[in-house]
């Protein structure tokens, strides 16, 4: 199993460009998250999904739109990128436990995005 | 609504020297914890986790953490940290399904290891 795996690596961009970052998992699991992490601040939640077909805004969702179509795929797209979005970029996944919600939750290796 | 403080944004420790790391939450109901280990460059490894049970957790890589109701407590520990240790280490509090499987993150420990 790949786990969970993100595109592209790294990207440069310049302020109002626009551009899509990829998450697959191949561990059947329902719920899908984006965050970004800053210096000094850990990891930001901006969107995440509970389900195929569905959405919900995170800790800091605006500039960011989402769309989970497959259940393995989580996409999130940057449709006017601005300096503030500088980050690294981490995709997560985790599946639903009877016991506890939530399991723990697996990490991609990070998008790491700067805009110019 | 939950959260997590980790109040030491750096550590600096020698080589085999016991190492623990502190992390205290808010959260009204009992909370799933999480230690998260970050090498430079990486995503994020799941060390260990707490949901309910033996208040005494073991993890991946001789860590272990102890959940203390009374003082909102989840630290980490380790007896003899080894070089390969030094990363950045994440405290998280998730509040389970009722809350969409949220999962808020403290600001990180970054470890360094003294040779």
């Known amino acids: 199993n790949a786990g969970v795996t993100q595109t592209p690596k790294f990207r440069v961009l310049k302020t109002g460009q626009s551009m899509t970052l990829l998450c697959a998992q191949d561990?059947?699991?329902?719920?899908m998250y984006w965050y970004r992490q800053d210096p000094g601040m850990g990891l930001r939640l901006i969107h995440y999904?509970?389900?195929?077909?569905?959405?919900a805004k995170g800790e800091v969702p605006d500039g960011y739109n989402v769309s989970r179509l497959k259940k393995q795929n989580f996409l999130l797209g940057l449709e006017s990128a601005a300096p503030s979005q500088t980050s690294v970029y981490f995709c997560?996944?985790?599946?639903?436990?009877?016991?506890?919600?939530?399991?723990?939750?697996?990490f991609g290796p990070g998008t790491r995005l700067t805009v110019t | 609504a939950q959260s997590v403080t980790q109040p030491d944004i750096h550590i600096t420790v020698s080589e085999g020297a016991s190492l623990e790391l502190r992390c205290n939450y808010s959260?009204?109901?009992?909370?799933?914890l999480f230690w998260y280990v970050q090498s430079p460059g990486q995503g994020l490894q799941l060390l260990l986790k707490?949901?309910?049970?033996?208040?005494l957790v073991q993890g991946i890589k001789g860590f272990e953490a102890e959940f203390k109701r009374s003082q909102s407590s989840f630290n980490l520990r380790k007896p003899s940290v080894h070089w390969s240790d030094a990363a950045e280490y994440f405290c998280?509090?998730?509040?389970?399904?009722?809350?969409?499987?949220?999962?808020?993150f403290g600001s990180g420990t970054r470890l360094s290891i003294r040779p």
């Open positions: 998280a509090v998730g509040a389970g399904y009722s809350s969409a499987s949220k999962i808020i």
């Open positions: 561990m059947n699991h329902e719920y």
């Open positions: 999904s509970v389900g195929e077909g569905t959405t």
């Open positions: 997560a996944s985790s599946h639903w436990d009877r016991a506890g919600g939530s399991s723990e939750q697996y």
């Open positions: 707490y949901f309910s049970g033996d208040t």
């Open positions: 959260y009204g109901a009992t909370p799933y």
